[in-house]
């Protein structure tokens, strides 16, 4: 890989948790990683100020870099440690073991059982109640520490626990009930042991309640140092529990998610063993004119014939297919392979956890793909041409008007040039003393805003695309005509066509005239993607002024979330933070919260 490719898919990172897979000259994996933030995590490898030699030595033989984005970071992590012990790569520390991940053991011979901390399962008595491999030592700390106070269940070891004559310092401070001196029965401590696993399996709510009335009731006293305390509690008794959609379900599958996009298809295939994402590939397809449906059998006809592969239970796909389509591929797999499998495009719970992962790299992959340098250029000539402009491009810059019935109406410039978006010029324009609604004013004075301060030394665009009709176009070249900047500028505005579908685009010129792309022209594409773009980022400011003006949560903004199940959300997670970090899984745990008001509620928060 150039270096000049590799700067590309630097700048056109997503701020998404996930997994990144640093890949050699010959597409070996070198490393593998996980990030809270994918653009943060990864862009670090490649900063001047970087010493340390093994990083240096393996950002030098970095060809290439493919993602994985997860739901969470936790989720992140589990599919790191699959990962690294599959791949075993040359610059990770190997977990072997599972010793860098903890385990929560109740022993079971024992008349008095004991809970303790260990890492691996090769020492575990057999018999022995085990819960985990948890993701963060920490949590599992904190929560057995929590444990300990409530239930009191012995943490000493049987030799300690046969030799006591008088209770220890736990007893003291009411941490144990000093069975080893009898203080307290075998039927009654067996009580506390079988409280304390049903909490570490999930079926006692009760603990999570308590701890949210005393966080309430402290706060309201205004004891916010204690309900600080109740917060922590409940996020890591949250993390213990969480079931994650790449680690707590059983079951084996490969999940294809098929997006069409700009005039790229992409499938990105997750393959799920035994309840864990074990990894992902993605595959970019030259035909899109076909159905979603045939390109996906297609697709699938080859793909399990390319090489001798793992054969699942289940194939899991995005795209909705007739029985009679499916049939043959099963005779064929089961021929084959002798292995007979489902394939469904109606999946819940878990299954349609992971069809949404993958649906959501295989959009970062079209967007990731859009933004290399052949294909920019290529775009670049494409609009050239078809625009009939003297020359390529070298700067687009376009604008877009966001409001919500007039109210907190945000104008947005974002800016395109022969290294694609470049992120660091995006602007935003807040708009005032307009009438409310009037996108004709709004883009009238954010034209004003942007060029008003116009030098000799100043970067100009030479293009310059406005979101919207010949209303808009016409303001945009008053104001221009003001500036006298309207000959140094061409201007040209994109609206929607009937029924606002994609594809169906007019472009407007200042000279009155229209024109119509073909939807698989590539420079029709560019201007959709920058114009989608400009799109986004003005939502994404709006929304935060629309929040700040109104003094409110975000979670009043979503639709079927009322005043009670926002405040079970927030006692659930101890505050918006944690509701912004969690997963549709996790949110969809909190009561009154179902599957399809948890995606709504992410969709939502994350943009």
Same mark, same amino acid.
Request: hydrophobic share 40%; aromatic share 8%; proline share 2%.
């Given at each position: 890989?150039?270096?000049?490719?590799?700067?590309?898919? /630097?700048?056109?990172?997503?701020?998404?948790?996930?997994?990144?897979?640093?890949?050699?000259?010959?597409?070996?994996?070198?490393?593998?990683?996980?990030?809270?933030?994918?653009?943060?995590?990864?862009?670090?490898?490649?900063?001047?100020?970087?010493?340390?030699?093994?990083?240096?030595? /393996?950002?030098?033989?970095?060809?290439?870099?493919?993602?994985?984005?997860?739901?969470?970071?936790?989720?992140?992590?589990? /599919?790191?440690?699959?990962l690294i012990k599959t791949l075993k790569p040359p610059f990770n520390i190997l977990l072997k073991d599972d010793k860098s991940y903890p385990y929560i053991v109740i022993t079971a011979k024992e008349d008095f059982p004991q809970i303790s901390i260990q890492r691996g399962k090769k020492n575990i008595v057999q018999g022995a109640r085990v819960f985990g491999p948890y993701p963060s030592a920490q949590s599992v700390h904190e929560a057995l520490l929590l444990l300990q106070r409530l239930f009191q269940v012995r943490q000493c070891d049987d030799s300690t626990f046969k030799h006591r004559d008088r209770p220890c310092m736990q007893y003291q401070i009411k941490r144990c009930r000093a069975p080893c001196v009898g203080l307290?029965?075998?039927?009654?401590?067996?009580?506390?042991?079988? =409280?304390?696993?049903?909490?570490?399996?999930?079926?006692?709510?009760?603990?999570?309640?308590?701890?949210?009335?005393?966080?309430?009731?402290?706060? /309201?006293?205004?004891?916010?140092?204690?309900?600080?305390i109740y917060r922590d509690q409940l996020l890591n008794l949250r993390q213990?529990?969480?079931?994650?959609?790449?680690?707590?379900?059983?079951?084996?599958?490969?999940?294809?998610?098929?997006?069409?996009?700009?005039?790229?298809?992409?499938?990105?295939?997750?393959?799920?063993?035994?309840?864990?994402?074990?990894?992902?590939?993605?595959?970019?397809?030259?035909?899109?004119?076909?159905? =979603?449906?045939?390109?996906?059998?297609?697709?699938?006809?080859?793909?399990?014939?390319?090489?001798?592969?793992?054969?699942?239970?289940e194939i899991i796909i995005n795209c909705a297919v007739q029985d009679e389509q499916t049939q043959s591929l099963k005779q064929a797999l089961f021929s084959s392979y002798q292995r007979k499998v489902h394939i469904k495009s109606r999946v819940k719970e878990h299954r349609a956890a992971w069809l949404h992962l993958a649906e959501l790299n295989a959009k970062e992959a079209i967007k990731s793909h859009l933004q290399t340098k052949m294909q920019v250029t290529a775009r670049l000539q494409a609009l050239q041409k078809s625009l009939q402009l003297a020359n390529i491009p070298q700067r687009i810059e376009c604008f877009d008007i966001s409001h919500l019935q007039g109210e907190a109406t945000v104008a947005s410039c974002v800016v395109y040039d022969l290294q694609g978006a470049k992120r660091k010029d995006y602007r935003h324009f807040l708009i005032k003393n307009i009438q409310a609604g009037d996108d004709y004013a709004a883009m009238e004075q954010a034209i004003q805003q942007r060029f008003k301060k116009v030098n000799a030394e100043s970067v100009l665009p030479d293009l310059l695309l406005i979101d919207g009709g010949k209303g808009q176009l016409d303001k945009t070249q008053q104001a221009l005509i003001q500036l006298a900047l309207a000959e140094q500028i061409t201007t040209i505005a994109i609206s929607k066509g009937e029924g606002r579908k994609a594809?169906?685009?007019?472009?407007?010129?200042?000279?009155?005239?229209?024109?119509?792309?073909?939807?698989?022209?590539?420079?029709?594409?560019?201007?959709?993607?920058?114009?989608?773009?400009?799109?986004?980022?003005?939502?994404?400011?709006?929304?935060?002024?629309?929040?700040?003006?109104?003094?409110?949560?975000?979670?009043?903004?979503?639709?079927?979330?009322?005043?009670?199940?926002?405040?079970?959300?927030?006692?659930?997670?101890?505050?918006?933070?944690?509701?912004?970090?969690?997963?549709?899984?996790?949110?969809a745990q909190v009561e009154g919260i179902g599957l399809n008001l948890a995606q709504i509620i992410y969709d939502i928060l994350h943009g």
């Open positions: 890989m150039t270096e000049s490719k590799l700067q590309h898919i /630097l700048a056109n990172l997503p701020h998404l948790s996930g997994v990144y897979k640093m890949l050699g000259a010959q597409g070996e994996v070198l490393y593998v990683g996980k990030a809270k933030s994918l653009k943060n995590r990864v862009s670090s490898y490649f900063q001047k100020n970087i010493t340390h030699p093994k990083t240096q030595a /393996l950002v030098a033989k970095i060809c290439d870099i493919e993602l994985t984005i997860t739901h969470s970071e936790v989720e992140a992590l589990l /599919l790191e440690q699959n307290i029965s075998q039927p009654d401590y067996q009580q506390d042991v079988d =409280s304390t696993i049903r909490f570490l399996e999930g079926k006692n709510t009760e603990l999570q309640q308590q701890i949210a009335q005393q966080m309430e009731q402290a706060s /309201l006293a205004l004891n916010f140092e204690a309900a600080a213990i529990q969480t079931q994650q959609a790449v680690y707590g379900e059983q079951g084996e599958a490969d999940v294809f998610a098929l997006v069409i996009e700009q005039g790229l298809a992409a499938i990105q295939v997750l393959y799920v063993r035994g309840g864990r994402v074990l990894g992902s590939k993605n595959y970019f397809l030259t035909s899109t004119e076909s159905e =979603s449906s045939t390109i996906m059998m297609e697709f699938l006809s080859g793909f399990y014939w390319q090489q001798e592969r793992d054969i699942p239970q594809g169906l685009e007019t472009i407007h010129f200042t000279t009155g005239q229209t024109l119509q792309l073909a939807s698989d022209d590539i420079a029709f594409h560019l201007l959709q993607f920058i114009r989608d773009e400009a799109h986004r980022f003005a939502i994404t400011k709006h929304r935060a002024k629309r929040d700040k003006a109104r003094q409110s949560s975000p979670l009043e903004a979503i639709p079927n979330l009322g005043a009670k199940r926002r405040r079970a959300l927030l006692q659930h997670f101890g505050g918006l933070q944690g509701v912004i970090n969690a997963s549709q899984q996790q949110l």
